[in-house]
């Protein structure tokens, strides 16, 4: 592969991670752009493993040999049996200079652990260069050529070195993304959930209630504190926000009870939790379960509940916006009981009523401002 060649496998590469979805996408486009730059027959990303002293490999791809998997679950090796990274760790890179890629290969008196690995594969020769993402190593790229193909030389370790600074320009922004997505979706006290999260899981969850014919679940918990008030204004914020976060602990504590289910902090003092399968029956007592240990905490006045299941007589639920209202208007129920146990719209006819009697008079509401424009 000539200059302008390797100069398209490097853009290539580098567009490749920047258009997956997801992390190990990204790195399956680094190492599947790695192998087809260097005209490789096998590639694999391995990250170090600092606390447990080994190198896991996160993928293969091309022409895998038996007991190799795309994906694999727990592929490591000892750092140790590798002696040359941790010379090149600790000495060549410390002394001076940045990292650069090696060749190794199967033939030789002395072919080292790498060889024999090769050997035993049925590959000739290979490539390994340094991951290094802010200074510090990060992991390796490999790229292996089968018996027969011609040997890696030095050229090809150099241009490796700048294929593996592609893959951490490319992981880097991938960290950076991920940090943005978990922001904009998660609420910065509690660490759950937040709004916008709950919006997006509804919708899909919605979606396939749909394309199920309804047989779907999709159920919806929204959560009131009580108390929160009082303990802002006579034990202090930090005390109220103790509370927030202890409840949180509890709601994702039972919601784990739930098979995928969402919990959120959907702000102030007002939680939530979908699911999406699970019966309404479970869903129920899994809310249950979550008032009795709110009721328990050593702050505030326990938590009001509602439910909205698909599972129970609600009618049709079109939108999430029905499901909250109807969520909602079963949790005020439940604080103005100051009910011990949620309250299930579906269950409790007046809330599938006041919620749609509310509904009906915002749409009055919103046709009589627009006969007045």
């Known amino acids: 592969?000539?200059?302008?060649?390797?100069?398209?496998?490097?853009?290539?590469?580098?567009?490749?991670?920047?258009?997956?979805?997801?992390?190990?996408?990204?790195?399956?486009?680094?190492?599947?752009?790695?192998?087809?730059?260097m005209d490789g027959s096998f590639a694999a990303i391995s990250a170090w493993e600092r606390e447990r002293g080994c190198l896991r490999v996160l993928v293969n791809d091309g022409e895998r040999r038996?007991?190799?998997?795309e994906f694999p679950k727990d592929e490591s090796y000892p750092v140790h049996?590798?002696?040359?990274?941790?010379?090149?760790?600790?000495?060549?890179?410390?002394?001076?200079?940045?990292?650069?890629?090696?060749?190794?290969?199967?033939?030789?008196?002395?072919?080292?652990?790498?060889?024999e690995a090769l050997r035993l594969r049925g590959r000739g020769t290979c490539v390994v260069a340094p991951i290094v993402l802010s200074g510090r190593a990060w992991g390796e790229l490999y790229v292996a050529r089968d018996e027969g193909l011609p040997d890696f030389d030095e050229d090809d370790a150099e241009f490796a070195t700048v294929l593996a600074a592609v893959v951490a320009a490319g992981l880097a922004q991938n960290d950076r993304l991920e940090e943005a997505r978990r922001l904009a979706f998660t609420d910065p006290l509690t660490g759950l959930a937040n709004r916008r999260a709950v919006d997006m899981r509804l919708d899909e969850a919605l979606e396939e209630h749909r394309r199920s014919g309804a047989r779907t679940v999709v159920s919806l918990v929204v959560c009131d504190l009580n108390g929160l008030k009082k303990v802002n204004d006579t034990q202090g914020h930090a005390m109220g926000d103790r509370l927030l976060e202890r409840f949180g602990s509890v709601l994702s504590l039972c919601g784990a009870m739930l098979p995928g289910a969402l919990v959120a902090r959907l702000g102030g003092d007002e939680f939530c939790l979908v699911s999406v399968g699970p019966s309404a029956d479970e869903v129920v007592r899994v809310t249950e379960e979550v008032c009795l240990r709110a009721a328990g905490l050593e702050l505030g006045e326990g938590v009001?509940?509602?439910?909205?299941?698909?599972?129970?007589?609600?009618?049709?639920?079109?939108?999430?916006?029905?499901?909250?209202?109807?969520?909602?208007?079963?949790?005020?129920?439940?604080?103005?009981?100051?009910?011990?146990?949620?309250?299930?719209?579906g269950r409790d006819t007046a809330v599938v009523r006041l919620a749609d009697a509310a509904q009906q008079e915002a749409a009055g509401e919103r046709r009589r401002f627009r006969g007045r424009q």
């Open 1 to 37: 592969m000539g200059v302008d060649g390797r100069l398209r496998a490097v853009v290539g590469l580098a567009q490749a991670m920047a258009a997956a979805c997801a992390p190990h996408e990204s790195v399956r486009a680094a190492a599947r752009g790695a192998r087809l730059a």
């Open 66 to 69: 038996a007991g190799e998997e």
């Open 81 to 115: 049996d590798f002696p040359e990274i941790t010379e090149f760790l600790h000495e060549r890179w410390v002394g001076g200079g940045g990292p650069h890629a090696w060749v190794e290969s199967a033939v030789g008196d002395r072919p080292g652990r790498r060889g």
């Open 304 to 345: 009001a509940c509602g439910v909205a299941s698909t599972g129970d007589p609600i009618g049709p639920v079109k939108s999430s916006r029905r499901l909250f209202r109807l969520a909602d208007a079963a949790q005020y129920k439940a604080k103005a009981a100051r009910s011990a146990k949620p309250v299930v719209a």
